[in-house]
């Protein structure tokens, strides 16, 4: 009976519908693509995984290979894959029969007023178990389905993890080398000012200039000299930062410094982005894709909830030996079997089994909207970083040529105030002022090279244009 009646299990339960709703992705209005112009084919867009190598900086390279390989927090995000991995194969093995093997020993003795009196026994028994849910309603194939979602968005918020570690290496390490270049500009700044001051001081001892004009020159002088140190604090603070991105030990904190590459007038501003990107370019972002992975992760658990609603079918089935002899374990006559199925199924648990659905449909609603969000987010940081890029490119032309001029009006208020044809507060309003043009050139230079690198982050990773034939 037994063997007559198995296919037919194995049929219903291989067979057998989930309950629970099927994935289906969100509709989400997009727009066609991000500038004016016919759309570039999204089969013809890459995304760049080494996207950093645009900047064209050796340094840079290394730096972010180095922080990939040991930064703490792409270590943690990469162990969440390998517990979210195991966490799969476990929903996947519930899906199958379980076969087990157990063993036992038993000595006992019976009471002397039984009526059989005092009686020593021994048994011995050896047992194979094979076990196995009958999955007729899609429980286990649906926690399975949650499980490789949650697998799935494990991945892509490591590679979320991955691009945001190689942004802000890229970043920080943009960020130092502005402060090197202001800290160079500050210090030769203070050298001109301090050969000024002495040039000042001699000629206000020989009675050529006011004692005004000297203590105009040596404050000047002071200025540059004290944010000297705050430049330098900026420095280690930058390396500190980024030593730190790059996973390195306390001692290699303090023992070793980050090597610098290009200066950053040298590095390469990566070219703009082409005219009419599509939206699906975006929603190649991991950060989307795990969002859309623990939604589908959430719906899927919906159908878990749901199936507490219907019977829960197990089948046994044992076989095995028992013996009061070892020796004779494992005989002919000694054999056993045993075959259960068993049945269950809630009648009434005071709401229970809703209330499950209930959290599991609002468990879903939430994942809804963190994915909802998430595209909303994405978009904004990607209008941000298209419009930071052009400003910033704009902004960093002007201000060189306000420099160009300022340059040439210092140098023109010097010859003025040479041959005495101005006062010496010409000659600081000119140095200051081409002073605060070169730290700002530097800024713009600087934000110009971050807008970059926000524009890659927002794209989740980068681009790369069409090919031409």
């Known amino acids: 009976m037994l063997n007559k009646s198995l296919p037919l299990w194995l049929a219903i339960a291989l067979t057998g519908c989930a ?23 999204a089969a013809d867009i890459k995304v760049a995984p080494d996207w950093w190598k645009s900047f064209n900086d050796p340094v840079l390279d290394q730096l972010v290979d180095e922080a990939l390989a040991y930064n703490r927090n792409l270590a943690q995000a990469a162990a969440r894959v390998e517990e979210a991995r195991a966490q799969a194969g476990i929903a996947r093995a519930n899906l199958a029969p379980q076969l087990s093997a157990n063993a036992g020993y038993q000595r006992g003795r019976t009471s002397a007023e039984s009526a059989s009196g005092a009686l020593v026994s021994d048994a011995r028994t050896a047992n194979g178990v094979l076990s196995w849910e009958l999955d007729l309603w899609g429980k286990l194939r649906r926690a399975n389905e949650a499980a490789l979602a949650n697998l799935a968005a494990s991945e892509y918020t490591r590679d979320a993890t991955r691009l945001s570690i190689a942004a802000a290496v890229a970043q920080t390490y943009f960020q130092l080398r502005s402060f090197d270049a202001q800290l160079d500009i500050t210090r030769r700044t203070l050298v001109s000012r301090e050969e000024s001051l002495r040039i000042n001081k001699r000629r206000f001892e020989g009675g050529v200039t006011s004692e ?27 390396e500190n930062a980024l030593a730190i991105l790059l996973g390195r030990s306390p001692r290699a904190l303090v023992d070793s410094k980050v090597a610098r590459g290009n200066a950053l007038e040298a590095l390469q501003v990566p070219v703009n982005i082409p005219s009419g990107l599509p ?13 859309e992975q623990q939604l589908k992760a959430a719906n899927a658990r919906i159908g878990v909830a749901r199936a507490a609603y219907f019977p829960s079918i197990g089948l046994t089935g044992l076989l095995g030996s028992q013996s009061t002899a070892l020796d004779t374990l494992f005989t002919g006559p000694t054999r056993t079997w045993s075959f259960v199925g068993n049945l269950a199924m809630p009648i009434f648990d005071w709401g229970k089994t809703g209330a499950g659905v209930d959290a599991a449909s609002a468990q879903q609603k939430q994942a809804l909207a963190a994915y909802e969000l998430a595209i909303q987010s994405a978009f904004g940081e990607t209008l941000d970083a298209l419009s930071f890029t052009r400003t910033s490119r704009d902004r960093q032309a002007a201000l060189f040529t306000q420099l160009q001029a300022l340059q040439e009006s210092l140098r023109l208020a ?56």
């Open 19 to 41: 309950v629970g709703p099927d994935y289906t992705r969100p509709a989400v209005e997009m727009p066609n693509a991000w500038q004016a112009g016919a759309p570039a084919p």
């Open 212 to 238: 005004l004009t000297y203590r105009q020159a040596e404050a000047e002088a002071a200025s540059a000299r004290a944010a000297v140190p705050s430049l330098e604090q900026a420095v280690t603070q930058s």
């Open 279 to 291: 939206s699906e370019l975006l929603m190649r972002r991991p950060d989307l894709q795990a969002a």
């Open 414 to 469: 010097r010859l003025r105030y040479d041959n005495g044809y101005s006062s010496y507060l010409e000659v600081l309003d000119s140095e200051r002022g081409s002073y605060q043009a070169e730290l700002q050139l530097v800024s713009a230079r600087q934000d110009q090279l971050q807008a970059s690198v926000n524009l890659y982050k927002a794209l989740g990773g980068g681009w790369s244009a069409p090919t031409q034939h």
